[in-house]
């Protein structure tokens, strides 16, 4: 039994990490992979790139 649970979760875990890589953003202004997601303070999300520092949401 514990193999399968193992298994159940190696197999969501896999498809967590599938679906974080199709989402993955990028710099509009370079490119680059290195994106953070802050919320602002009127509650909605922008991101920033750690690289180049530009911002946009």
């Given at each position: 039994?514990?193999?399968s649970i193992?298994?159940?979760v190696d197999h969501l875990l896999g498809?967590?990490?599938t679906r974080r890589s199709s989402t993955r953003l990028g710099c509009p202004s370079r490119?680059?992979?290195h994106v953070?997601?802050?919320l602002g303070d009127n509650g909605g999300v922008s991101c920033v790139?750690?690289?180049c520092g530009h911002s946009w949401s």
């Open positions: 039994m514990p193999a193992l298994e159940e498809a967590v990490s490119g680059s992979a953070a997601r802050v790139c750690t690289a």
